[in-house]
């Protein structure tokens, strides 16, 4: 299993940022979910992480809220304040939502924050329409939240982003059949899978606070880069990961044969680890932890792990150049450094 | 099977108010189909009828326009030029469009417009995909194509439409298994499940024409009105219809056991018939062919063809009457009196 890396100071620093965003976007989300129709509204909550099943109010894990974090950061660091950016932040939040619960149904996923899918407990029906009512919901809180001048260019790019997420998950699925990928189809990938919803939340957070266009362009080029780096960490996390910090089932990916980025790299590196690995991804015998516990040793040895990590941090770098000069924050900073050395 | 009951040259008009819309919409939305990656792209051509499953260009059977004919039509009527209202017009057919690919899947329908279903050729995650998809396209085309003053208003109303299309879905399919539901309970369903929609459709169509907040609210009731009034006849040709005009099977609704308007006011007659209709519901034995047309001689002969002609032929009524007095258009009172007519 892997530890945290980064000093415990900096991750405390980067809790406090993420536990604010929370706060403050809370009452938006609460407002938006609460327009929902029953059975759809407790529905939402059981997803968000506010209720049970039956709607019994309860605190449950809930998402990191990263992309709202960025948005109201970014809007901060651009001088702006971060009450204008909160319907923007909402909004973010809640189209990861959606594709949080699309995908979990696409992917069969049985887990997320330590408790059944959406699609595990309602069936698919309902997870298709919690899913395309949030999608609604986001572009709602936009377009009524925000100033009048600002809604069609956030609107645009939410919606392009949410376009952009969905080729990216079509990639994704297409990926898990195709033993020829490489890196570079992985990473064009992931750019719409994770990174094209961050480059959109860090816009957002620009365009709320009268960046100048090339600033919210930079801005965006800052959020994917860093998104492509947390999807590189979440595949770290997907193989070497700890249920109790993920809410996921130890050794997910590998026993789905997902490739992972660190999957793809041992898979091409050619030596004796990778022809094992790629049997075992060949084989169709079930999965066992003894199996699992083998192919994260072969991975690992073919140099997964260490290629994954080095890629991260390169992603981070990437990122953080990408931030314009006159873009000076501390915060920013904190988050970068935490998407790279997170373990949930 | 029914038979068209408008006179011929009513039709015809309509017919040519419809094809005008669906000309004038092409070119933005093959502009926004366009946007969509491979093989997404090429999905979205064959499900509105451009393509082939292969891609290839060949024109099929697209669907009527009604909802974008609403939006221009309603636009003149106002006093505007039908250009401004194209955006508004091309994103109502894509947000129509994303509601059929996605409740196909939900319904396990296998054939529109006489084609497999998107979800039979492709399989169910790429349909939830395409239907995602064409939501943020929806949403992408109203927020870029408008002017920007527009824009915050038509993209909330979109939005507020399209959260309560899936709250209509929900009912819809929650209405299947509950043999209690009435008139009043299928109505409220069918005011989110189409109405709200084709008053979305009508209330952009003002908007873009620079009407004032009562007419378009007006516009709204109408387009909501007539919507139901559709609802009805679809359900009247959901069991009456002739496969050829609507491309669908013959008997569908009630070889499903669907409890449309039809189908709830017989079961609710009180009669012998609605007594030997509700035992062939209740019964799990296969419908053949023999079953379903008996079934339909049953709804029939318990007064449900009747009453449900009759609540259309209501609700068409209750739509002219919404319209402003100060909103007169032939060609509104031709689509609607098609509305009613229609057998396709």
């Not at 939340?201 to 090339?214: N, Q, T, V």
């Not at 680890?273 to 003894?290: D, F, G, N």
Request: proline letters at 4%; a negative charge; hydrophobic letters at 45%.
């Amino acid at each position: 299993m892997i530890n945290a890396h980064a000093p415990a100071v900096a991750d405390d620093r980067a809790d406090k940022i993420l536990s604010r965003a929370r706060t403050l976007c809370q009452p938006q989300l609460k407002i938006a979910v609460g327009a929902l129709s029953e059975p759809l509204q407790r529905i939402a909550g059981y997803h968000i992480g506010w209720c049970d099943e039956d709607g019994t109010a309860r605190s449950h894990r809930s998402g990191k809220a990263l992309r709202a974090a960025l948005t109201l950061c970014v809007c901060q660091a651009c001088g702006g304040s971060p009450t204008v950016a909160l319907p923007a932040a909402a909004a973010v939040e809640l189209i990861h939502n959606f594709t949080l619960v699309h995908d979990d149904l696409m992917d069969t996923d049985e887990t997320r924050r330590g408790r059944p899918t959406v699609w595990r407990v309602w069936g698919a029906d309902d997870a298709i329409l919690l899913g395309d009512a949030l999608h609604a919901l986001a572009i709602s809180v936009l377009a009524t939240g925000l100033p009048g001048g600002l809604v069609p260019e956030a609107v645009s790019r939410l919606a392009a982003a949410s376009a952009e997420l969905c080729r990216g998950q079509h990639e994704d699925l297409a990926l898990e059949t195709d033993a020829s990928a490489g890196v570079e189809e992985y990473l064009q990938m992931v750019m719409g899978k994770t990174g094209a919803l961050m480059g959109c939340a860090c816009a957002l957070g620009g365009l709320c606070a009268g960046a100048d266009e090339p600033t919210v362009a930079a801005l965006d080029a800052y959020g994917r880069e860093l998104g492509v780096a947390f999807q590189f960490v979440d595949d770290i996390i997907g193989i070497w990961g700890d249920t109790a910090a993920t809410g996921k089932p130890v050794g997910n990916d590998l026993a789905r044969h997902k490739r992972s980025l660190p999957v793809i790299i041992a898979l091409r590196s050619g030596g004796s680890a990778a022809a094992e690995l790629a049997e075992i991804y060949r084989s169709p015998e079930p999965m066992t932890t003894a199996r699992i516990d083998r192919a994260r040793t072969l991975v690992e040895a073919a140099g997964g792990l260490a290629a994954a990590r080095a890629h991260a941090a390169r992603q981070a770098r990437k990122a953080l150049a990408a931030l314009p000069s006159h873009v000076v924050s501390t915060d920013l900073e904190i988050l970068t450094d935490a998407v790279t050395h997170r373990v949930r």
